[in-house]
């Protein structure tokens, strides 16, 4: 699962994330969208953050 997250870009994620349907599936999105900007910007700024 770990893996399949990876895979997906954040443009990808705000696709699905448009596309969910229940409340669940939103939130879900959400989630991995945020968790994915946050692992983004600790490249950026080169320390944990998280």
């Known amino acids: 699962m770990f ?24 939130l879900f999105y959400q ?4 968790l994915k900007l946050g692992l983004a910007q600790e490249k950026v700024v080169g320390k944990e953050l998280l």
Do not use: Q, V
Not at 11 to 25: P, Q, V
């Open 3 to 26: 893996k399949d997250f990876l895979s997906y870009t954040i443009g990808e994620l705000n696709k699905l994330l448009a596309e969910a349907k229940t409340r669940e599936e939103i």
């Open 31 to 34: 989630r991995l969208i945020s």
